[in-house]
C-alpha cells in the first residue's frame, strides 16, 4: 500500500526514541523533547478497539501541553474485518497492536491492552459482559492506572446504552468503576505486590455528537482544546498529527486526510472535583513532590532558555548537569525512571549516537549459535570510552576508546539456551478462556508487546558520567526497493509442525488423507509423528519422505471413520524427538511494510469433519473482496475453485463455472467486480448460480448488488447462539441437506452483519433471526431465481463460520452452492 509523503514524514518526525530504531532528531524535535522533559503532567484515554481513540486530541496533549498521554485499548481489534489481507481473529489483533504502536509514534501517545478479546459487534454492555468476565476486565483498567497513575483519565464513549458499540458503552462503565477504586488498597490488593493505589484526580467524556457540532450541556462542566491549532516548533498542524496518526490503521481502511483550519474538542467531566479553567487544576507538579526537584526543574527550564539550534554540542553540559541532578534522586516511581532515560535520549541525539546490535538471521533457534555484531559511533569531539557490553548475564569487557566518527564494532557469537523462550506474543502463551486472555504474569497484563528477544545493555563513560544503553538484537539488511531495513530478531521452536488443512473432511467410501509437514531450521531429526485426539487405531501414517537440502519431512496420514454421530473432531499434530522433546506448534508469519514482521506460533491444530457432504461435480469461480479463506475450506470439500483476481469477467468466459461466489465485501473494494456486473447478472440468466457474501453499506463502488433492487442496512445479529425460525420448508433448507434448528448450533463470534435491509418482493427468505429484545431480522440470507440461474445475497458470517469448522453453516453453504437449477431437475 502506497504511503503518502506527509504521513512518511510524521513518522520520521514522531517517532519517539526506540533502542530498535534509532534515529537522530533534529535540534527542532530535540528541543520538544526538553518541554516534554519539563513536563508531569499523565493522562490516561480509555476506549475499546484499535481505531477507537482520538488521534486529534491525543497529539494536542502530547505536543502543545507536552502531557504523558496513553491510549488504554480494551481489546485488540481481534473481531474486526481486514481490508488488507485474509488475516483474521488472533492474527488480526496482531496487525492492529503494531497499527496501534505505529499510530503512537505518530502522535506521540503509548498504548495499553487489557485481556479482553474483541468477540465482535455487541449491541449492548449486557451482552458484552456476558462475554467477558467483567471483574477480570475490570482489575486490568484498575492495574493499568495504579501502574500509569494518570492525574485525568479521559472516556472516549459514554456509560448510555444504546447507539454504539456494547463495547464502547463498556470501556467506559469500567474506566468510570475503576476511577472509583483505583485508590482504593482494598481492591484488588494482589496488584500492591507490584504496584501503588492511585488516584486520578478526575475523569471526563471526550464528548461529541455524531454527524453534528458538539453543543455542552449547561448543566455539565466542560473543557475546551484548539486541536486544530499549529506547532510551530514541530511544523505542523495537530489536525496534520492525527491523520497520519489515523491512517496507520491500515487494516481498517482509516487513511485520514487532515481538517484544514480551527478544530475544537471537547471533555466533559463526570467524575471528580469540579475546576474553574483547567482540568489539571490541583493537580500536583511532581517535580514538587522530590527531594531536589524544583532545581532540577529550574534547570531544565535554564537549558530550554539557552538552548542552541545550530551548535548542539553547546547544549552538553546543561543537559550533562540535568542528569546528574536526576541519577542522584534517589526515588524510584516510574515517572522519575521515564525522565532520566528520556534525559539519556536527548544526550544521545545531541551527540548524534549510532548503537547497533545486529544478527546476520532474522529468524534462530535455542540451542543454535547466532553472529552478530555491536557497532557504536559517535561523530563529536566529546571523549567517549566504551567499558563493557553484556549479554545473556556474559559480560564482555571493552575498554575501548572511540575515536570521531570512526565506527566501533565487535563480533560477538551467543548460543540461547535450550530452554530460552520461543518469540510468541505474550497474549498468546496460554490456552483462551472465555473471549478473555490467559495471562499469568500480572506484570505482562496492559503491555503492547513482547519485550524484544534478546537484548544487550552496553556500558560506556561520557565526560564522567556512566551510561547504560540497551540494546535488542535486530536483523539489519539492504532491501532493494526501501534501503535500509531492520526487523526484529525472532526466536521459533527448533522444529514446527505444519498440517496441511485446517479442516480434513471425511468422504464416505473415499480414503481421507491428511499431509502433515515436519519443518528444521538446522538439521532433520529423528522422530515420531502423532495425532492427539485421535486413538492409534482410527488413522495410520501410509508413508513419508525426507526432504534433507528443504529440511523437512513429509507424512502422509490416512483418517479412519469416526464413532457414529461424531460430526466434528479437534485433533493436534505432535512430533516426538528421541530425546523426549515434543514440538506441536507451526510458524505463522504476516509481514505488511507499514508495520514489524510479525511472527507467532499456533498449535498444529486441524478439524476433522464427519458431515457425509452432498456435492455435484463443480468448478466454482471465485471473486475475492477483501479477503477470506473460504476458497481453501471449498477446495478441501472436494470442489474445485478457480479465483477470479485477474480474470476476465465477461459471461461468456463465465460459462465455464457452475457457481460464482464473491468475497466479503467485493463490492467495495474490487473495481473489476462493479463494473462487470451485468455481466455476472447475464451469467445468473443463462443458467449460472451466484452467491454474494457481504459488503458494508458504504462505501459501495455499484449499488446494483443483485438481479432485483437490494438496499444494505446495518443490521447483525450478534449473538451466536440467537434464535433462528425457519420460513417454510424453504429448498435452501433442504437439499442437498436437510437443515434444521441443531444445525445453528455451536456458530462463532455472530450470525451475521450488514444484512439485507429492503429487497424487491421477488427475493425469499428462509429465515429470520434476531439478538435478544429485537425485532426479527429477515435480511440475513435473500435468494431467487432468475432467468434460468439462481442468485443469493447473506449477511451470514461465512468468513469466519467455515475456517472454524462448523457443522451446519457449511451444510448450508454447501446447500447455496448445489442450489443450480440443473441440480434441482
Known sequence: ?????????????????????????????????????????????????????????????????????????????????????????????MIRTQELLQARKVDGGRQFFTRAIDFGFSKNPDET?????????????????????????????????????????????????????????????????????????????????????????????????????????????????????????????????????????????????????????????????????????????????????????????????????????????????????????????????????????????????????????????????????????????????????????????????????????????????????????????????????????????????????????????????????????????????????????????KETQVEVEIGFFEDVISGKLTLDGLNPGQYKILHNRTDEVKKKKFFSIAIGELPTGTEKLDVVAKYTLEDGREFDQDIIRIKYKHIPNLTYFPKSRFNILNLNLQLSDQHIGYIPGAGDDIPEVLQQMGYQVTLLDNGSLTSNNLKQYSTIITGIRAFNVNENLANNMDQLLSYVKDGGNMIVQYNTSSPLLTNQLGPYPIKLSRDRVSVEEAPVKFDGDSRILTYPHRISESDFENWVQERGLYFAGEWDSKYQTPFTMNDPGESPKKGSLLYTDHGNGTFAYSGISWFRLLPAGVPGAIKLFVNLIEQTQDGQD
Open 129 to 509: 459482559f456476558n462475554n467477558w468476565d467483567k471483574e477480570t476486565i475490570l482489575s486490568d483498567v484498575v492495574w493499568v492506572i495504579r501502574n500509569y497513575k494518570p492525574d485525568i483519565i479521559i472516556t472516549r464513549f459514554n456509560t448510555e446504552p444504546g447507539g454504539t458499540h456494547g463495547h464502547h458503552t463498556s470501556s467506559a462503565i469500567l474506566a468510570g468503576e475503576a476511577f472509583k477504586i483505583a485508590g482504593d488498597s482494598t481492591k484488588f490488593p494482589e496488584q500492591l505486590l507490584h504496584t501503588s493505589a492511585w488516584q486520578p484526580k478526575r475523569i471526563f467524556w471526550n464528548a461529541y455528537n455524531w454527524g453534528g457540532e458538539y453543543e455542552p450541556d449547561g448543566d455539565k462542566k466542560y473543557h475546551t482544546f484548539p486541536v486544530g491549532d499549529y506547532n510551530s516548533v514541530l511544523g505542523r498542524t495537530y489536525s496534520q498529527i492525527a491523520a497520519a496518526s489515523r491512517t496507520m490503521h491500515k487494516s481498517q481502511g482509516f487513511g485520514a486526510t487532515a481538517q484544514i483550519g480551527a478544530g475544537t474538542d471537547y471533555i466533559q467531566l463526570v467524575d471528580g472535583p469540579k475546576f474553574t479553567n483547567d482540568p489539571f487544576e490541583t493537580v500536583k507538579n511532581r517535580w514538587e513532590g522530590i527531594p531536589n526537584g524544583q532545581i532540577m526543574e529550574s534547570k531544565i527550564s535554564e537549558a530550554i532558555d539557552a538552548f542552541d539550534f545550530v551548535n548542539l554540542g553547546a547544549n552538553l553540559e546543561n543537559l550533562l548537569e540535568i542528569r546528574r541532578s536526576l541519577n542522584l534522586e534517589t526515588g524510584n516511581e516510574d515517572w522519575l525512571i521515564e525522565k532520566r532515560k528520556a534525559i539519556d535520549e536527548i544526550i544521545f541525539d545531541i551527540l548524534g549516537l549510532t548503537a547497533e546490535f545486529n544478527a546476520d538471521e532474522e529468524l534462530s533457534f535455542p540451542g543454535k549459535e547466532i553472529k552478530s555484531t555491536l557497532v557504536f559511533n559517535s561523530p563529536s569531539n566529546t571523549d567517549i570510552r566504551l567499558q563493557s557490553y553484556t549479554i545473556l548475564d556474559k559480560k564482555l569487557e571493552l575498554e575501548e576508546s572511540v575515536e570521531k566518527n570512526k565506527p566501533f564494532k565487535k563480533d560477538i557469537k551467543i548460543t540461547l539456551p535450550l530452554e530460552y523462550p520461543v518469540s510468541q506474543p505474550y497474549w498468546l502463551e496460554e490456552e483462551i478462556l472465555d473471549n478473555v486472555f490467559s495471562i499469568s504474569n500480572q506484570k505482562s497484563i496492559g503491555q503492547a508487546f513482547n519485550k524484544p528477544s534478546l537484548s544487550g545493555l552496553l556500558a560506556f563513560e561520557l565526560q564522567g558520567q556512566h551510561f547504560q544503553y540497551e540494546l535488542p538484537l535486530m536483523y539489519k539488511f539492504n532491501d532493494q526497493v526501501d534501503g535500509e531495513t531492520k526487523q526484529p530478531f525472532t526466536i521459533t521452536p527448533e522444529v514446527v509442525v505444519h498440517v496441511g488443512a485446517k479442516n480434513v473432511f471425511l468422504k464416505k467410501g
Open 1 to 93: 500500500m502506497r504511503t503518502s509523503v506527509l504521513a512518511i514524514l510524521l513518522c520520521l518526525i514522531f517517532l519517539p526514541k526506540s533502542y530498535s530504531q534509532h534515529r537522530n532528531r533534529t535540534s527542532s524535535e530535540i528541543y520538544h523533547e526538553l518541554l516534554k522533559l519539563k513536563e508531569t503532567k499523565r493522562v490516561l484515554y480509555v476506549a475499546a478497539h484499535p481505531d477507537d481513540e482520538n488521534t486529534r486530541l491525543i497529539s494536542y496533549l502530547a505536543n502543545e501541553k507536552h502531557a504523558q498521554i496513553a491510549y488504554l485499548s480494551l481489546t485488540r481489534g481481534d473481531g474486526g474485518q481486514n481490508l488488507i489481507g485474509k488475516e483474521l481473529g488472533l492474527e488480526l489483533g
